[in-house]
């Protein structure tokens, strides 16, 4: 069974950064289709980046340039690093998982697997 767990949200100052973090169990990180997502203050929950197998990446527009996201196999662990915060960053971040091929990458009902979440807090 395939288990996600997020960590690193905390608050921080606008301009700021923070390290997310998705410890995977029961699967290779590298064999899965993942993605983090977040939902803010009254909003819907919205993809903000994903990794294939193929090593593909996807961004949001609004983090693109100031997100990245990475793998560590020899962890089975995924990385959100998110440089130059903003306010509007706030929100619930949660890592998502499918163990096949989906597209959209942004849709979320296309992810079967999904973390508890970890708050992220961008004050300016």
């Known amino acids: 069974q395939v288990q996600l767990v997020e960590s690193g949200g905390v608050s921080v100052q606008a301009g700021g950064s923070l390290r997310l973090s998705c410890a995977t169990s029961?699967?290779?990180?590298?064999?899965?289709?993942m993605a983090w997502f977040r939902q803010g203050p009254g909003t819907e929950r919205e993809g903000v980046a994903a990794?294939?197998?193929?090593?593909?990446?996807y961004y949001a527009d609004s983090v693109k340039g100031r997100f990245t996201i990475v793998e560590d196999n020899a962890k089975n662990t995924m990385f959100l690093q998110m440089n130059n915060l903003r306010s509007d960053d706030t929100g619930v971040y949660y890592c998502a998982a499918a163990p096949g091929y989906i597209a959209p990458w942004h849709v979320r009902n296309r992810y079967r697997l999904w973390g508890q979440g970890t708050q992220v807090t961008v004050s300016s």
């Open positions: 990794i294939w197998p193929s090593a593909s990446k």
């Open positions: 029961g699967s290779a990180v590298s064999n899965l289709y």
